[in-house]
């Protein structure tokens, strides 16, 4: 069977997922951890509604005032998985330490119990 690669993190799983009667539980955790586990980036965190044609991996932390399928994920990391015949975003809560570079304000930030740093300039 082909391997399956996770677009954000690049893992390369080699199988498919669900194959070998692995409990799709592991599948998802592998998967989250590609997503959301090391070296996050975002594109923006000043972009409300969802990109129209999303490239797979594509990463966004949700603002205020977010509309149509980031609507309720304010401060939250949304990643883009591609599908068929529909994507769908992924989305995790950041826990208290998570840095993130944001690449359209070229800064480094963090997660804090008050919500995301204004970040470090890089």
């Known amino acids: 069977m082909p391997a399956q ?3 954000r993190g690049g893992f390369n799983f080699g199988w498919n997922y669900g194959e070998f009667g692995w409990n799709t539980g592991t599948d998802a955790n592998w998967l989250r951890l590609g997503r959301f586990g090391f070296h996050l980036s975002a594109k923006s965190r000043a972009v409300a509604t969802p ?6 991996g594509d990463t966004y932390i949700v603002p205020a005032g ?4 980031w609507a ?4 939250r990391v949304v ?6 015949p529909a ?5 995790a809560t950041p826990r208290l330490g998570w840095v993130a570079y944001v690449e ?3 800064v480094l930030t963090a997660y804090k119990a008050a919500g995301w740093s204004a970040g470090v300039a890089i």
């Open 5 to 7: 690669t996770e677009p």
């Open 51 to 56: 990109p129209a044609s999303p490239a797979a």
């Open 66 to 69: 977010a509309t149509d399928a």
């Open 72 to 75: 309720g994920l304010e401060g």
């Open 87 to 91: 994507g769908a975003w992924a989305d």
């Open 104 to 106: 359209d304000e070229e």
């Open 79 to 84: 990643v883009w998985v591609p599908g068929t």
